[in-house]
């Protein structure tokens, strides 16, 4: 079937990206449209001892200066973190309070203080600059060792020693004995560097309040509008849900930074409200900088041990993650229950231990970023296999297949259970594809020309589709995570899917229609994805953790299954046989063996013109369904990198870069390649390139790209992305996902080239050409 | 951005004209600095003038080896010159790397000689080429425009019109980009003319552009890039930054020399 399951359809939706007509929050105007500016802290650390407003007040177009102390007044309620983590000994996590508009303290850099609202979004920036803002400067903590430091600044009051938790997974003991009886121990300190996520649209958020209906309006770019709703009732107290509806229209890019509710939407609802005026903000790209969650920034100490055979005995792991000022939605999942529960890797480890001091930094706060735990997780591992196999004078590649996990299900020490993988399959795929025997060759053709050349491997595994609610629950999550769907065929035959799943570039519009096309065998275009609005769609929990397929497409097949049935009661009715002798294929009802048939829009008319059918039954088409996950699903793979260095200016080259995948069913191949394009293009980001820096005093040097350095495509190499797929068993399409798989599994992968290429394990992230250098230069020293 | 009253001049004395009548006026160029730093609210002049519509500031002349350039020539322009390639093949190469398409196709060379950016590329073919600044008002050797990051000899109202030098015999330039800019994480611009060999270098120094003495004189004894392996280059007075401290930028700066000697 051409357009059905593993056709590499074109995207629907590119034909409205690329003709510059899709619709993006910041495209939509509304009637009576104010503008929003926001005063922010210039100080990581401060009091706010006075605001003064009286100049912006009396400026041209100035419709209101709101600041904090209204706006908690008026009862709107602290920004929360929705995942209780429990410390070691048994406390909860400390959370501090997070105003939506800071009332007596900014914590850092971009804090929001005031917002203007003004006719013009000019009047609106004037009048902002005119706020002025007495602030007492406090000493601050910008990097995960100063706040833990004795002494520390106090963040918040209630996080002693700036601790948000002390937590821990796996037996201590036991690893601890079985590392100290090792033949081998390699030990590492690896440092994961902090990211900005840089989706191309920035945030925005419009805002529209009736006073007749008390009713609100909130567009946005979220991955997730069911939940921004869902919070911003529950938690912030800004309109009961039935009087707030929430739009996600075209969202450019998320990558996990577009999940959380920020403080700007809460405070445009609020003023929209308290205006009677419709009120756009959008984020400008230092204010992207400044306020979306980044990612990452862990500090790790790692010990793993062997045996005399090179079998894993014990895995330690002690992990520092930097928070930021404030706990972002699900922050406190991501150093836990996404990362240390991937410890095991794709690896037959028996004793694994992690324990996860959480806290707060005055930073921007730090959230779930493309991967979310399992990058900082696969890097970790990954690092350490590489550097093991280095001391222990083995290859690399055997020491891995050696310890490979080849039984499944496998039940690792750490929550998780893989169902199914062929961990061998894919690392043989690899390295045919690198030519990995030919790499000694091609290192002496480098050394030749007076480069470096170096070959580096990642064999990743990650955990997709979060996941059974009953599970998470059971972790601290304060959501379920199923997804919703609902089907309805109209009267002619055309099927709109509505889903609680939110696109954002992964191409939902086509790979959705596709699952319906191949049950049906109805054309691609008579299907339309219907998402992004809560007035639509029921509830959905929404986008992120590559949970749309393996959990959004699971509820639609649901749904399918129920519409299916009916259809079949249809046209047995209408085509005089029984159910069992109905077939659908090629947009038709078949009774088989007879060469009786009904279209598939005969169908829809019968269903509701209900002339004529079965006794008892209701009118019209339509089917809805909550499915929720079994497992985790769990995508793997291995990347092999190739790269060259320059040894004089320390620049790497990738020369060659190989993905091998399990993802299980792929829906669109055309799709799933682009996924794997763009994570890797992060991953390579990460390794090479991205970095947000703090000084001492908590400023960001890199809030632009100046000094950001994002990937270019110069920068990224032609991938060869390949396949060895084997079927998730615990949902009906055996999907288990690709959005987050690139970025998870090459930032070891190219890292592992270099240090391979320099002859030197010491190097941190991002491998930038000075840092490469100066690791050369200490190859060097040590050598002589 | 701010608001401010935009002009457009049709002549060097218009817009002279109109500068000295501002409050506090700033010329526009090519706007590849001026523009973002105004939308980033950093500069705000009372008012513009824009001097893209002054023929007499635009144009090559190749008169045997004197070359004049105009301060409103385009960078993508001097890049696609085939008679100043022909003479002096290392600045159209130099001019073909600046930013990406889009800056050189807007971005001047007058602009980027006015600003001097401490990580720009021309200060430095300026320098090693021994070149002279034309302004409205008098002519200025680039020894002496030149004064610190940011800062020139040029007055205030003082405007370039032109710059101009002698081919050298040899002469390239290479530059090792700033990862996230992709200006001059260090560039070095080698010239072997009339006067001597003259070595320029950008985007390294914590003051601007600046010119090495020792490797100007091992060159000068023997112009080839392993004359310089003698040479050490001091981290004194290197920048330091997120991107590389001192010492890696007086590495680059002996590797670029080395290189761009080979390169001309």
Known sequence: MSEGIGAPVKRKEDKRFITGAGRYTDDIKLENQAYAAFVRSPHAHANVKSIDKSAAEGMDGVLAVLDGKQLTGDGIGNIICGWAITSKDGSPMNMGAWSALATDKVRYVGDAVVAVIAETKAQAKEAAEAVVVEYEELPAAAHIDAALAGGAPQIHDNAPGNVIYDWEIGEKDPTEAAIAGAAHVTEMDITNNRLSPNAMEPRSAITKYDAAEDHYTLYTTSQNPHVARLVLSAFYAVAPEHKLRVIAPDVGGGFGSKIYIYPEEIVCLWAAMKTKRSIKWTADRTEAFLTDAHGRDHVTTAKMGFDASGNIVGFHVSTKANFGAYMSLFSSAVPTYLYATLLSGTYNIPNIYCEVLACYTNTVPIDAYRGAGRPEASYVVERMMETAAREMGKDPAELRRQNFINEFPHQTPVIMNYDSGDFEGNMNQAMEAADWAGFEARKAESAAHGKLRGIGMACYIEACGIAPSAAVGSLGAGVGLWESAEVRVNPVGTIEILTGSHSHGQGHETTFAQVVADRFGVPLDSVQIVHGDTDKVQFGMGTYGSRSGPVGMSAIVKALDKVEAKVKKIGAHLLEVTEADITIEDGQVKAQGTNKALGWHEIGLAAYTAHNLPPDMEPGLKEGAFYDPLNFTFPMGCFICEVEVDPETGKTEILKFVASDDFGVIINPMIVEGQVHGGIAQGVGQALLEEVVYDESGQQLSASYMDYTMPRADDVPSYDVLHHNTKCTTNPLGIKGCGEAGAIGSPPAVINAITNAIGNNDLSMPATPSKVWAALGAAKIAAE | ?264
Do not use: W
Not at chain 2, 61 to 71: D, E, Q, R
Not at chain 2, 144 to 163: K, R
Not at chain 2, 171 to 189: D, E, I, L, Q, T
């Open chain 2, 1 to 264: 951005m701010h608001n401010t009253t935009y002009h457009k001049a049709s002549s060097a004395a218009e817009a002279a004209s109109l500068l000295s009548g501002a409050d506090d006026g700033a010329l526009l160029a090519g706007g590849q600095t001026l523009i973002p730093t105004m939308k980033q609210r950093l500069a705000a002049p009372s008012d513009l003038v824009d001097i893209s519509g002054v023929a007499e500031l635009k144009g090559i002349s190749v008169s045997g080896s004197s070359v004049t350039i105009g301060a409103m020539t385009t960078h993508a322009e001097v890049a696609s010159s085939a008679e100043l390639r022909a003479v002096c093949p290392g600045l159209a190469d130099l001019a073909g790397h600046i930013g990406d398409p889009a800056v050189r196709h807007r971005g001047t060379l007058g602009g980027s000689v006015a600003n001097n950016d401490p990580a720009a590329d021309y200060p430095a073919a300026m320098l090693a080429l021994g070149a002279t600044i034309k302004t409205n008002t008098r002519e200025i050797a680039a020894d002496d425009f030149f004064q610190s990051m940011f800062t020139t000899a040029l007055d205030e109202g003082e405007m370039i019109v032109s710059v101009s030098f002698e081919a050298p015999e040899k002469g390239a330039y290479a530059k090792f980009p700033n990862p996230a800019s992709r200006y001059a994480m260090c560039g070095v611009f080698v010239a072997k003319g009339a006067g001597g060999v003259r070595v320029a270098v950008t985007g390294a120094g914590d003051d601007g552009v600046f010119r090495s003495a020792d490797m100007e004189a091992a060159l000068s004894s023997n112009f080839a890039a392993d004359a310089l392996d003698g040479v050490t280059v001091s981290p004194n007075g290197m920048l330091s930054d997120i991107h590389g401290d001192a010492a890696y930028r007086a590495n680059l700066v002996k590797v670029m020399a080395k290189r761009a000697t080979a390169a001309a």
